[in-house]
Nanobody, 123 residues
Framework: QVQLVESGGGLVQPGGSLTLSCAAS????????IAWFRQAPGKERESVSC????????YYTDSAKGRFTISRDKAKNTVYLQKNSLKFEDTAVYYC????????????????WGQGTQVTVSS
């Protein structure tokens, strides 16, 4: 069964850190670009970060630059999103998604999606 499973979400204080994981089963991530999207209550889904299949190209939305780092562990068939200096506005459900080869900010172009993991930044 082909699926992506996110984990690592939770409750964190402002300024804290979390690492989200996106583990694939049923297929290898080696040939896929993996993106992280998020959706906050009452807002549209937005692209946060992406890493292409060669790990040579990464993308970060402006709000994530300098705070988030995307990486891939091919041996574990997993992609990570390290999130530092978290802010209230980072509160959202975070989803990982996969599409062949190259990154895109357009969610509809992604083939596989995870179920999402909740991140809540609160004091």
């Amino acid at each position: 069964q082909v699926q992506l499973v996110e984990s690592g979400g939770g409750l964190v204080q402002p300024g804290g850190s979390l690492t989200l994981s996106c583990a694939a089963s049923g297929f290898t991530l080696d040939y896929f670009a993996i993106a992280w999207f998020r959706q906050a209550p009452g807002k549209e889904r937005e692209s946060v970060s992406c890493i292409d299949d060669s790990d040579a190209v990464t993308y970060y939305t402006d709000s994530a630059k300098g705070r988030f780092t995307i990486s891939r562990d091919k041996a574990k068939n997993t992609v990570y999103l390290q999130k530092n200096s978290l802010k209230f506005e980072d509160t959202a459900v975070y989803y990982c998604a996969a599409r062949p080869s190259s990154c895109s900010v357009w969610g509809h172009s992604y083939t596989y999606w995870g179920q999402g993991t909740q991140v809540t930044v609160s004091s």
